[in-house]
Structure formats: C-alpha cells, structure tokens
C-alpha cells in the first residue's frame, strides 16, 4: 500500500527557511533605499511652493498634477527634451558604427601592437571629460562646434568609444568563430559573414552597449553645460536648471522636470532587462 504524498515530503529546514526570510529582508531593505530618493522626488513634485518650505510631511497634502503641465509653459521642455534626443541618439550610433568594427578586429584579427592598443584603451576609461574640459573647449573652438548640438555628439560619442570596444569584444570573443569559417567556406565575405552570422548571434551583447551608451550620453551635464550657452539648444539635463534661479529654486518644477529625464531611462531598462545579464556577461569573457 502507497504511503500518502504528504508522508513522502521531506520536511522543510528551518534553517533555510530563515536564510529565505533573511535573503527577503536584505533584497526589500536595498529596493527601498534604492527607490526611496525616487518617492521623495515625486512626493515634493506634487507639493505646493508653500507647502515644499512650510509642510513637515514628505507625502503632499494636496496632490498638484498641475505642476507636471505647468513646468512645459515656464521652459521650452519639448525642445530640451528633443535635443536630448538627438545628442544621445547621434552619438549612440557615431559609437556603434565605430565600436563594431574596431572590435571585430580586435577579437578576431591579430596585429602587432595589439596588446598596448588594449592598453590604451582601458587607459582611457580613466579620465572624465571634467578632466578634459578645457581641452574640450579649445578643441571645439577651433572646429567651430561650440554652442552646437554636432559638436555634443561628437564628445559623447568619442568618450564612450572605448567602453563600446571593450565590451563587444568580450561579447565577439565569446562567440565561436567556427560559425564565420563556416560562412566563409560557403562563399560569404568576411565582412558578410560579420553581417549576417555574427552580429545577430552577439544581438544581446549588442543591445547592451547600445543601451548604456544612449543612457551614458542621455545624463551627460558637465561638457553641455560648458559649450551650450543657447538656451535652445541646451539638452534636458541643462535645461532644467531653468528652475534654478539666483534668488529661489521651484523644488517642484525642478523634481517634475526631473521625472521626466528618467522616464526614457527606466524604458530602456524595461526593453532590455532580458539581455542585459546575458550581454554583461559576454562582454567580459577575457582575451
């Protein structure tokens, strides 16, 4: 006779239920320091002027949707918001179109020098614009593309080149290139075999980079803020600093303006949340 199917469970260990409850514990504590800053930005965009200085609460007393609308009258946000667009749009593209081919070479191709070349490029990861500043300017000087949307792209797009080759060639490196001879036998070139076997097996890899380069140029502030002087052509992340005066900041105005720069952000997440794991994790096989 069969014993019951309760009596062939084996008994659950109290000590992995409490490493469970404590593992929940520790995940929930993170996502509420994490999103804390978020409420509050949000919980003080819905506030009055009134009631941001003088209320002792963080929740609003009275929600002001309104303050969402307004900040579009008080600052041409469209227009901010658009050219955000296009820096970091245009600068995603520069770096990919320069980033894939530089390390398809560097995975698959062997050449004298390489090795320092990869050096330089690690090396490179080290300085922050602010460092370049004044290099910057003089060198966009001389372009003519200070005060222009062309020249932030152009910076955005070289200071995010060695990430892109860094990156794509872990995730090349990753991919057999049996799969390309394969293609090469059949008669592709290798620039073919690039194209159609590669390229789409490294999609995740890919997406990735394209992502964190987007939203790298999307926050970019300092080099903005020092070659734009026209308010027009200032991005988002500039633009905002409309509600900070000499004399007052609209909290408010400031906070919902701010809500929207990382909506495209959090939607970026959201579209490549499934390969971002498995694209971080070919970008660092090492070489």
């Not at 062939?8 to 490493?19: G, T």
């Not at 290139?177 to 090469?184: K, L, V």
């Not at 002087?229 to 005066?245: H, Q, R, Y």
């Amino acid at each position: 006779m069969s014993q019951p199917a309760a009596a062939l469970k084996k008994p659950v260990s109290v000590k992995k239920v409490i490493l469970r409850l404590l593992l929940y514990f520790v995940v929930l504590d993170v996502c509420i320091i994490t999103l804390y800053p978020y409420f509050a930005m949000l919980c003080t965009a819905l506030k009055s002027r009134n009631e941001i200085f003088g209320g002792n609460t963080i929740l609003p007393i009275t929600a002001l949707w309104s303050n969402f609308i307004d900040i579009w009258s008080r600052a041409p946000m469209a227009k901010y918001m658009l050219n955000s667009i296009l820096i970091a749009g245009g600068s995603t593209i520069i770096a990919m179109l320069c980033g894939i081919p530089a390390a398809y070479a560097l995975a698959r191709m062997k050449f004298k020098g390489q090795t320092a070349f990869l050096g330089v490029i690690i090396v490179s990861q080290m300085f922050a614009p602010v460092v370049l500043l004044i290099g910057i300017y003089k060198v966009m000087l001389s372009m003519g593309l200070t005060d222009s949307i062309l020249g932030l792209i152009f910076i955005n797009a070289a200071f995010n080149q060695a990430f892109t080759v860094w990156l794509l060639r872990g995730t090349f490196m990753g991919i057999s290139a049996e799969m390309e001879q394969a293609a090469t036998i059949d008669g592709c070139t290798r620039v073919q075999s690039m194209m159609k076997v590669l390229l789409p097996v490294a999609a995740p890899g890919i997406v990735t980079t394209l992502i964190f380069i987007f939203i790298n140029a999307w926050n970019e502030y300092t080099v903005a803020l020092c070659l734009i002087s026209t308010d027009t052509l200032k991005p988002l992340t500039v633009g905002i600093n409309t509600f900070n005066g000499y004399n007052i900041i609209e909290w408010q105005y400031l906070f919902a303006a701010s809500i929207f720069a990382i909506i495209p952000v959090v939607i970026l997440f959201m579209c490549i949340e499934k390969n971002l794991v498995s694209g971080l994790a070919s970008g660092g096989v090492k070489g």
